[in-house]
């Protein structure tokens, strides 16, 4: 399998990707659910930052001189991917993340870890970006810390949905603020590799479930 099946399959196998019937923050039925918060061991951390170093070896290769991890999700993500960076690509990157709250003893600031300087490629590592609000803070946050280059966006999931407009949040950021983003994979793909292919003898996507998902995205995917 390529890195990006196992990645599904290992997300059916953590709990994290579901199907059913579920309702979004913002109000819709979707036949789906991604619920990265059902990552709880080492084991899986450990293989979650295979994912993304995977993703981000593939697409950017090099010019990055810094992972940084929205808190909170992205803290662990940033993490795992530097690690596995270092572990299977002998690529030692710094990684840093915000306080949600800045420190007002010690050194203070808002950021840990690496301390980020003027002209660095930033990548940000998230989870499953929706209305893209943490992006947009991190946006607002480096311009307060130092002049970076926020070069890309790693995710988990790309769910190829539109915003409040015809575009995806993903497309919204390439557009709006110039930042590549790169899915470890896109629903389109899930769909692809599950649609009556067992995981552990149990079909998850079967012609029914594909159908929903299908209609799902007929209404609430980004129109072209």
Do not use: W
């Not at 990006?4 to 019937?21: A, C, H, P, Y």
């Not at 470890?184 to 769909?191: G, L, P, Q, S």
């Amino acid at each position: 399998m390529t890195y990006k099946e196992e990645f599904i399959t290992f997300m059916v196998r953590s709990g994290v990707l579901t199907f059913g019937d579920f309702t979004t923050k913002s109000g819709r039925k979707t036949p789906y659910f991604i619920n990265t918060g059902n990552y709880k061991t080492g084991a899986q951390a450990s293989k979650l930052g295979d994912y993304y170093a995977a993703c981000i070896q593939e697409n950017l290769p090099d010019g990055v001189d810094c992972l940084f991890g929205p808190a909170y999700k992205g803290i662990p993500l940033a993490v795992a991917a530097a690690s596995s960076l270092y572990r299977n690509y002998n690529r030692d990157l710094p990684y840093c993340f915000n306080r949600k709250e800045a420190k007002d003893h010690g050194e203070g600031g808002s950021m840990v870890g690496y301390k980020p300087q003027a002209g660095d490629k930033m990548v940000i590592v998230e989870d499953v970006v929706t209305a893209g609000t943490a992006v947009r803070e991190t946006i607002e946050l480096f311009k307060h810390v130092a002049d970076v280059d926020l070069t890309a966006l790693v995710v988990s999931v790309d769910r190829m949905e539109r915003g409040t407009g015809d575009k995806t949040t993903l497309d919204e950021l390439r557009e709006e603020h110039g930042i590549r983003v790169f899915p470890i994979v896109t629903v389109r793909e899930v769909i692809s590799f599950l649609h009556n292919n067992p995981v552990d003898g149990k079909v998850y996507i079967d012609d029914d479930m594909k159908a929903r998902m299908e209609a799902y995205l007929a209404e609430y995917g980004a129109r072209a």
